[in-house]
């Protein structure tokens, strides 16, 4: 912490045991607020790597104008200011360079759509190359990747592409990488794991933070060892519904709302009795619950959900009851600095 953290901290605390000392008698509270926390962060430096290619039978206009997609800049900064807020300042993804890339990814078995072949398929909405996969392997060789992330340059990829580029939604690479919602990459010389999340410019925010939102599932079900719908660690407790644990439910999944009977059900008007605002103060859960439905998670809308879910993430500083972080966020966003998260120890 700076000497000037360490300042402004010692006066905030003065500061409240002077109004606390002036109080009148009787009249200080009962119940008084958790202290002030100092806000710790991380700033992860990520590599955008944005196949955006300029259409020269369109006048030379990126594919995203000509198409009528979002742009990749605006969805990033947007994407990451959601996730600054969710958990609490803690996460500050800092975009150390842009690339915008004149091209097509290649896949798998060597194909690359030219211009003439995507804005058919595109026009007509049929005709795409399958296998549909993009080869990452080959992503990591052409923009030395792991080298990158070895010295420290980098931390983490942001890949935006066009529909059918055979994006997962997030995958990890590296030695000890494991399930991110997809197979990890294999044989990548590494030292430090690495997620390359893919992102949809077709699409929106909201569904950047689903891609966020299955990252840590798949982390937080490693760090754990499992994820079942029965409350015998934490992270099962946190994402129980009612559907299958009546008046038992708490925050959820990304998929599943706390009163979901299905996938992606976030406008269900039913009522249920959760305990998902118990976890905005992990560890100290109280087991208190209310009735909640769609109106609480932004009714049906998939960023307002996912937005409410990620904020329900623990985010307290040092450790839970169980041992484990009380940030999970320190798991997801910086997983090479604890053993349950970086692949290469036992949990």
Not at 125 to 132: A, F, L, M, T, V
Not at 208 to 214: A, F, I, S, V
Request: contains cysteine; proline residues 6%; charged residues 25%.
């Amino acid at each position: 912490m700076s000497l000037e953290s360490l300042r402004l901290a010692a006066g905030l605390a003065a500061t409240i045991a002077l109004l606390a000392s002036n109080a009148p008698a009787g009249q200080q509270p009962t119940n008084p607020k958790p202290p002030v926390r100092l806000i710790e962060s991380i700033a992860p430096r990520v590599l955008v790597l944005n196949f955006d290619p300029i259409v020269k039978s369109e006048a030379g206009a990126r594919l995203h104008e000509v198409a009528k997609w979002n742009d990749s800049r605006y969805l990033a900064d947007a994407y990451a200011a959601d996730l600054k807020e969710c958990s609490g300042g803690f996460a500050q993804f800092n975009i150390v360079e842009w690339k915008d890339v004149d091209a097509y990814p290649i896949k798998k078995d060597g194909f690359r759509y030219t211009e003439e072949e995507f804005l058919k398929c595109m026009r007509s909405g049929k005709g795409w190359h399958q296998p549909d996969g993009i080869d990452y392997k080959a992503l990591i060789r052409e923009y030395n990747l792991d080298r990158r992330v070895a010295t420290g340059e980098i931390d983490e990829v942001w890949v935006f592409a066009m529909p059918y580029s055979g994006l997962w939604e997030s995958t990890m690479a590296g030695k000890g990488a494991y399930d991110c919602n997809s197979e990890p990459v294999p044989d990548v010389d590494c030292p430090r794991i690495f997620v390359i999340m893919g992102f949809n410019y077709e699409r929106g925010v909201g569904e950047m933070l689903e891609d966020q939102g299955h990252r840590i599932e798949s982390i937080m079900t490693h760090v754990y060892g499992s994820w079942d719908p029965k409350p015998t660690h934490m992270w099962n407790r946190f994402t129980l519904i009612d559907k299958n644990n009546p008046r038992e439910s708490s925050a959820g999944t990304v998929h599943f709302a706390p009163n979901s009977t299905k996938d992606y059900e976030w406008d269900n008007r039913s009522y249920v009795l959760s305990s998902a605002d118990d976890w905005l103060d992990y560890p100290n859960l109280t087991g208190k619950k209310r009735l909640m439905n769609t109106s609480d998670w932004g009714n049906g809308y998939i960023r307002s959900h996912h937005k409410w879910w990620l904020t329900r993430l623990p985010k307290a500083p040092g450790v839970g009851p169980d041992g484990k972080q009380a940030n999970w966020w320190k798991y997801t966003v910086d997983f090479n600095r604890y053993p349950e998260s970086n692949g290469k120890d036992a949990r």
